[in-house]
């Protein structure tokens, strides 16, 4: 069974960081792009971060950027966030996702990411 596991989430204070992890089983994902979306409540799913196969492309939504870092362990099956100097806007429920149609570029379109994990909450406080 495919299964994709976000871990990491949490209530922050702002300013702080935390270190989302996901963690893929059933099949390797070494050969596509992995992804970070968010989602807050009443508001759709946003891209956050896009990574490819090889880590060469890295993709970030403009309000993450010099804040956030994506990267991934292909031997772990492994894809994390660490986000730094976070601020109120950015509490949402975290969802990592892959898109197997693609590897060495990567698009910000949630339709186009067709494996998704269960989500894990980020909470950061004023």
């Known amino acids: 069974q495919v299964q994709l596991v976000e871990s990491g989430g949490g209530l922050v204070q702002a300013g702080g960081s935390l270190r989302l992890s996901c963690a893929a089983s059933g099949r390797t994902f070494s050969s596509y792009v992995m992804g970070w979306f968010r989602q807050a409540p009443g508001k759709e799913r946003e891209f956050v971060a896009a990574i490819t196969w090889n880590s060469r492309n890295i993709y970030y939504v403009d309000s993450v950027k010099g804040r956030f870092t994506i990267s991934r362990d292909n031997t772990k099956n492994t894809v994390s966030l660490q986000m730094n100097s976070l601020k109120p806007e950015d509490t949402a429920t975290y969802f990592c996702?892959?898109?197997?149609?693609?590897?060495?570029?990567?698009?910000?379109?949630?339709?186009?990411?067709?494996?998704w994990g269960q989500g894990t909450q980020v909470t950061v406080s004023s």
């Open positions: 996702a892959v898109d197997t149609a693609r590897s060495g570029v990567a698009t910000r379109d949630v339709n186009d990411y067709d494996l």
